[in-house]
């Protein structure tokens, strides 16, 4: 983590609570509900939590909050641990609040015990209803005065399996005339009978994620417990519990959930662009999930970049999803191997060129894997009698400041030679169908004694070997910056024209492209492999393209 930043507001509570002796070594989690894959905003709060305690030298627990048997699937815990270790953090000890379930059993009946719980027969409906408002005090039902032991006879056959869902529930006796809603007597248990992912049948009652959060907190002896705004009313109640039960006090903090510009954050929408194939999948690289960004190219260190220049706070925005590709260009950049690859090409013929010492049509030539990495080594290009070149680096009547290449004007082929344009051929129905030029041997790059001066520098591909791939260019998947906060259904603001496959042609040596190596495409964009790619059918992500395009569609548009 870099330290030439101020220190954030979680870390300055941190800093205090060491320096006073509250906490010889501080210990956090990341607590998912294990039903859906990560997002970047969960991505967000790991980077948090492991970003904090491996700044203080303390621990990270890895928690599934995993209390409603039926939203959640053991995939999605294999995908969120997978998930979080690509990021590049370890955690301290993997726990599951469902191995929580007998202590959490016995915390309720520690309640029940001391007059601070009751077992409830009234419906969802009733308790609705006698709740009150933000304005008006709730007001306790006949239930609440059940004796201590007719409520540890009513939980623990509620336990037994003796009533149907919704028959009775389990409450904390707090204050019907809170301010805070949460504190009239919220529900502590419910019947469920559902199986679980972990402990199967074992339970048919299942704690409320307020009563096991906080506990489970505390049993893990966790210091600094970090959740999102909308949590804040929650505090109260994760409070009293604990200190009723007088157990560890963990403490909760709050900061502001992440959200990007033009995509959407929760997992439940998420799911239903899964569930309505919008998308082809969790890890669609149009997904903002973690495994979507994986696959489409992002890497780790440009997440973790990205998590770092935002910052937290403690009121909400929306951040600019630009920011976030900005990162990724500027991993990438550093690491991406270049590669030549022609889009929509236009035929070149080098009308003198005939190789001497081969006696071929083609020589190899050596360029840079990267020009900013020495180490990246170097690999071998062809040049020869015929290649391609992009159809828009060619203008029969060029524009005063055109540079690229048109009739009687020179360019230099990347890593090549300089050619220049002396006809132009057209097929029958007056297209162009090739061009004819001649190079200049002694222009040759990295030895060039030519004495000549030229403004542009092409990428192309030799045309004999060259190899057919599949790009596959995705945009934005909504078309508005807020899709969610809208009136409307998110779904209708969705991007039609988010994936395009065209077709591209690559220098040969992209046939030994590895899926974990980065590439860019000079002067397209940063490219991947995907993972339907075949040795036969090759298959690129575009992970960004090199410049923000998108801002300037923005400017052109204003
Ligand atoms: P969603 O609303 O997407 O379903 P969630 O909050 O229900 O998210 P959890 O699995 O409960 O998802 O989240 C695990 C942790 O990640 C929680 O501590 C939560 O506060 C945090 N988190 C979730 N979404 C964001 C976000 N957009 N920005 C920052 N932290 C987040
Ligand atoms: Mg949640």
Redesign the pocket.
């Known amino acids: 983590m870099s330290t030439d930043r101020s220190l954030n507001f979680i870390e300055e509570i941190i800093e205090k609570d060491l320096q006073s002796g509250a906490y010889s070594q501080i210990c956090t989690r990341?607590?998912?509900?294990?039903?859906?894959y990560?997002?970047?905003?969960?991505a967000?709060?790991?980077c948090?939590n492991f970003g904090l305690s491996l700044k203080y030298g303390g621990k990270t627990n890895l928690r599934f909050?995993d209390t409603n048997p039926t939203t959640e699937e053991v995939e999605y815990v294999e995908s969120i641990k997978e998930d979080i270790g690509w990021l590049g953090f370890k955690w301290s000890n993997e726990f599951y609040a469902s191995d929580y379930f007998e202590k959490l059993y016995e915390f309720a009946v520690i309640l029940i015990r001391k007059g601070f719980a009751y077992v409830d027969d009234s419906s969802a409906d009733e308790i609705a209803e006698q709740k009150g408002t933000p304005t008006k005090s709730g007001v306790r039902n006949k239930y609440a005065d059940r004796t201590v032991e007719e409520n540890l006879k009513l939980f623990s056959e509620m336990r037994e399996g003796k009533y149907n869902d919704g028959e009775k529930i389990v409450r904390a006796k707090i204050d019907m005339e809170s301010s805070n809603m949460l504190m009239r007597d919220p529900i502590l248990y419910r019947i469920k009978k559902s199986h679980h992912h972990r402990t199967a049948n074992k339970w048919c009652i299942y704690p409320m994620y307020d009563f096991a959060h906080g506990q489970s907190d505390s049993i893990e002896n966790i210091t600094h417990s970090?959740?999102?705004l909308e949590?804040i009313s929650h505090r109260e109640l994760y409070n009293w519990f604990i200190e009723k039960l007088e157990i560890f006090q963990s403490k909760q903090y709050e900061?502001?959930?992440?959200?990007l510009s033009f995509t959407i954050?929760?997992?439940?929408k998420?799911l239903q662009l899964v569930n309505e194939k919008y998308v082809t999948g969790w890890d669609d690289p149009r997904m903002p999930t973690i495994s979507g960004m994986r696959r489409r190219g992002y890497t780790p260190e440009s997440i973790r970049d990205f998590c770092e220049k935002i910052g937290i706070a403690k009121r909400e925005n929306i951040i600019d999803v630009g920011l976030l590709e900005f990162c990724v260009r500027e991993h990438l950049n550093k690491i991406a191997l270049r590669r030549m690859v022609v889009f929509d090409p236009i035929k070149v013929v080098i009308t003198n060129y005939q190789n001497k010492t081969l006696n071929e049509n083609f020589e190899y030539l050596n360029t840079e894997n990267n020009n900013e990495d020495p180490n990246a080594g170097m690999r071998k290009i062809t040049f020869g009698k015929e290649l391609l070149i992009e159809r828009n680096d060619f203008m029969e009547f060029p524009t005063k400041k055109y540079f690229r290449l048109s009739p009687g004007q020179m360019v230099r082929l990347k890593s090549a030679y300089i050619i220049k344009c002396d006809e132009i051929i057209k097929d029958e129905l007056g297209n162009i169908s090739e061009l004819h030029c001649t190079y200049f041997p002694e222009s040759k790059s990295g030895s060039d004694t030519s004495g000549l001066h030229v403004k542009g520098t092409l990428h192309w591909v030799g045309a004999s070997n060259a190899v057919e791939v599949e790009v596959r260019e995705y945009d934005r998947l909504f078309n508005v910056e807020d899709p969610s906060r809208e009136e409307r259904d998110f779904k209708e603001f969705i991007n039609a024209n988010s994936l395009k496959s065209v077709k591209g042609f690559a220098e040969p040596s992209i046939k030994n492209a590895l899926s974990s190596e980065r590439f860019q495409f000079l002067r397209k964009g940063f490219y991947c492999l995907d993972k339907e790619s075949t040795t036969e059918n090759l298959i690129f992500n575009r992970t960004v393209t090199l410049k923000d395009s998108w801002a300037k569609e923005i400017k052109k548009d204003k």
């Not at 990560?38 to 969960?42: K, S």
């Not at 900061?255 to 959200?259: E, G, I, Q, T």
């Open positions: 990341f607590p998912p509900e294990p039903n859906g990560l997002h970047i905003g969960h967000k709060s790991i948090l909050d970090i959740c999102t949590f900061f502001a959930r992440l959200n954050m929760s997992k439940r998420l």
